[in-house]
């Protein structure tokens, strides 16, 4: 079982940024992908961004690369996004979840555990 908690969420200008924080409540195997999500209003949750915990490569969608940078901290057992050039449209619920094995995934179903969310709103 991993728990899974998020935090820094919050109200920015569009242009402005923010660092969202996960952190696991156990020791993050070495075969395991953390990933971001996220879920505006009225729509369906998508996939923002993830890392492989070994070694630490990373995955992007193409609405958030080159704005957004995923990264962790073994020795914390805790995972970021960095939110720069924040737009209107990044307003949504940013979740982090947990995925075991090293193929990065892009769909909700193919990650187990799940934090509980964190409000990130945009304003213009």
């Known amino acids: 079982q991993v728990q899974l908690v998020e935090s820094g969420g919050g109200l920015v200008q569009a242009g402005g940024s923010l660092r969202l924080s996960c952190a696991a409540s156990r020791r993050t195997f070495s075969s395991s992908v953390m990933g971001w999500f996220r879920q505006a209003p009225g729509k369906e949750r998508e996939f923002v961004a993830a890392?492989?915990?070994?070694?630490?490569?990373?995955y992007y969608a193409d609405s958030v690369k080159g704005r957004f940078t995923i990264s962790r901290d073994n020795a914390k057992n805790t995972m970021y996004l960095q939110m720069n050039s924040l737009k209107p449209e990044d307003t949504a619920v940013y979740s982090c979840?947990?995925?075991?094995?090293?193929?990065?995934?892009?769909?909700?179903?193919?990650?187990?555990?799940w934090g509980q969310g964190t409000q990130v709103t945009v304003s213009s």
């Open positions: 979840a947990h995925r075991q094995g090293v193929l990065f995934g892009v769909r909700v179903e193919e990650y187990d555990y």
């Open positions: 890392i492989r915990w070994s070694g630490g490569s990373t």
